[in-house]
T-cell receptor, first 113, second 114 residues
Framework: KAGVTQTPRYLIKTRGQQVTLSCSPI?????VSWYQQTPGQGLQFLFE???????NKGNFPGRFSGRQFSNSRSEMNVSTLELGDSALYLC????????????FGQGTRLTVV | QKEVEQDPGPLSVPEGAIVSLNCTYS??????FMWYRQYSRKGPELLMY????GNKEDGRFTAQVDKSSKYISLFIRDSQPSDSATYLC??????????????FGTGTLLAVQP
């Protein structure tokens, strides 16, 4: 059974640009969550999508957005990039029902210069 | 104060030692407790998940939850150099199963010396 796939693995962007990251969850999983991981703050919840609807959102500015498609694949977008957005962005896949287990992808390492 | 507190370490132990990793939390609504292992440059890997209070064992790993003390632990028996990684605790308050949002500890860096 294939795991969670995130693309691309690495990105280098310039301040002010925007970026789109992609996540393909485990087959049959309907919930996709996104997290930002930095050395200083650790893993912080960005948002969660379930059946194409955002059902929870963390404390991040509106520059961070996401969406989910009918096949459960998800994308997150960061606009007007800032140096502080440099981080590992992780996608987690869950069934979405009562089972809370979340399975992570390898992440996308974003560097903003 | 953070909702979940975890000693960042680093924790260094000799091979074969018993390792104890711990987290405390403040939100009494947390019901699901998970432990993840993260190797350098990799995504977190789910090790164990526990619902409410009690113990759960899986091979060399044992997870304990004490909701009355708001304290969870992960024990690793017969530790191996391959256990060297960052261990993250994570918790979830599931309101009617409406969200899978996880709150993470900052992680404990473990080094098992051969």
């Amino acid at each position: 059974k294939a795991g969670v796939t995130q693309t691309p693995r690495y990105l280098i962007k310039t301040r002010g640009q925007q970026v789109t990251l992609s996540c393909s969850p485990i087959s049959g999983h309907r919930s996709v969550s996104w997290y930002q991981q930095t050395p200083g703050q650790g893993l912080q919840f960005l948002f969660e999508y379930f059946s194409e609807t955002q059902r929870n959102k963390g404390n991040f500015p509106g520059r961070f957005s996401g969406r989910q498609f009918s096949n459960s694949r998800s994308e997150m977008n960061v606009s007007t990039l800032e140096l502080g957005d440099s981080a590992l962005y992780l996608c987690a896949s869950s069934l979405g029902g009562q089972a809370p287990e979340a399975f992570f992808g390898q992440g996308t390492r974003l560097t903003v210069v | 104060q953070k909702e979940v507190e975890q000693d960042p370490g680093p924790l260094s132990v000799p091979e074969g030692a018993i390792v104890s990793l711990n987290c405390t939390y403040s939100n009494s609504a947390f019901q699901y407790f998970m432990w993840y292992r993260q190797y350098s440059r990799k995504g977190p890997e789910l090790l164990m998940y526990t619902y409410s209070s009690g113990n759960k064992e899986d091979g060399r790993f044992t997870a304990q939850v004490d909701k009355s003390s708001k304290y969870i632990s992960l024990f690793i028996r017969d530790s191996q150099p391959s256990d060297s990684a960052t261990y993250l605790c994570a918790m979830s308050a599931r309101y009617g199963g409406a969200t899978n949002k996880l709150i993470f500890g900052t992680g404990t860096l473990l080094a098992v010396q051969p």
